[in-house]
């Protein structure tokens, strides 16, 4: 399940279908002052739309997989090169960009072998930084 999550935040956004369930809810702070996205397909066109600003955009496991039940939980390392397009940032296109976060994730069940609900918490204020914004 793990590995589909991160090839889905790595690009494979065709995975969405089979790695969440389609109740699936994010809880996220979202640039728009939202807190949550519901489905999958709204988790494929919010994941499309960051890799829009940083098409190369990988993300590697630092910590974890720490389980607990039906929790998971895991430190992650995103790397990629800004490619423009993001509102009011300062950064040249070709920027080398780096930030961690970290995702809790609760599984449906063990026979259904995909994510129910989702908690982010990630490192935004040193990407902003890196994009020059305030």
């Known amino acids: 399940m793990l590995d589909n999550w991160l090839n889905l935040w790595n690009g494979d956004l065709?995975?969405?279908g089979t790695t969440v369930t389609p109740d699936f809810v994010v809880h996220a702070a979202m640039?728009?002052?939202?807190g949550e996205l519901h489905g999958p397909q709204a988790l494929a066109?919010?994941?499309?739309q960051l890799r829009g600003a940083f098409p190369d955009l990988t993300f590697a496991v630092q910590v974890g997989p720490v389980?607990?039940?039906?929790?998971t939980v895991i430190r992650w390392l995103a790397t990629g090169t800004y490619a423009g397009g993001f509102p009011g940032a300062s950064a040249a296109p070709g920027t080398a960009i780096a930030f961690t976060g970290?995702?809790?994730l609760r599984a449906a069940s063990e026979e259904d072998g995909r994510y129910a609900e989702y908690w982010l918490n990630s490192d935004m204020h040193v990407l902003f930084a890196q994009l020059g914004l305030g």
């Open 31 to 34: 640039l728009d002052g939202s």
């Open 67 to 71: 389980t607990d039940g039906p929790m």
């Open 45 to 48: 066109d919010w994941i499309a």
């Open 102 to 104: 970290i995702d809790i």
């Open 14 to 16: 065709a995975l969405a």
